[in-house]
Nanobody, 120 residues
Framework: QVQLVESGGGLVQAGESLRLSCAAS????????MGWYRRAPGKQRELVAAILSGSSTNYADSVKGRFTISRDNAKNTVYLQMNSLKPEDTAVYYC??????????????WGQGTQVTVSS
C-alpha cells in the first residue's frame, strides 16, 4: 500500500524553470530507485532522469545539463529541477519509485502525472 503524490507542474514560458516533487507514503521499508518519465503527445513514454539508492544518476540526452534529479530520504521524496525549459519539454511527467516493504517484496509505483507546458 504505497501512494505517490506529484506536484509542481504548470505553464511557463521558454527559458523559465519548474521544480517537480513526488512524495511517497505507505508501507515502505526501503527505496531502491526513483525516476521521472514523461509522455509527450504522439510519442512513447521516455525516461527523463533516475536516481539510485547510492545516489548515482542518469539523464536523457535531451535534458542533460538542464535538469537535475535529487531526493530527500527522510521525506521519501524525489525532485526534478527543470531549468531552461523548451517547448519540446511539454509533456505529462510521471514519477516512478521502486520500493521494498518489510517482507522484502519489491514493486514499482507510479504517480498520477503532472502536466508541464512550455510556450515559445
Amino acid at each position: 500500500q504505497v501512494q505517490l503524490v506529484e506536484s509542481g507542474g504548470g505553464l511557463v514560458q521558454a527559458g523559465e524553470s519548474l521544480r517537480l516533487s513526488c512524495a511517497a507514503s505507505g508501507s515502505i521499508f526501503s527505496i531502491n530507485a526513483m525516476g521521472w518519465y514523461r509522455r509527450a503527445p504522439g510519442k512513447q513514454r521516455e525516461l527523463v532522469a533516475a536516481i539510485l539508492s547510492g545516489s548515482s544518476t542518469n539523464y536523457a540526452d535531451s535534458v542533460k545539463g538542464r535538469f537535475t534529479i535529487s531526493r530527500d530520504n527522510a521525506k521519501n521524496t524525489v525532485y526534478l529541477q527543470m531549468n531552461s525549459l523548451k517547448p519540446e519539454d511539454t509533456a505529462v511527467y510521471y514519477c516512478n519509485i521502486e520500493v521494498m516493504n518489510s517482507s522484502y517484496f519489491t514493486r514499482s509505483y507510479w504517480g498520477q502525472g503532472t502536466q508541464v507546458t512550455v510556450s515559445s
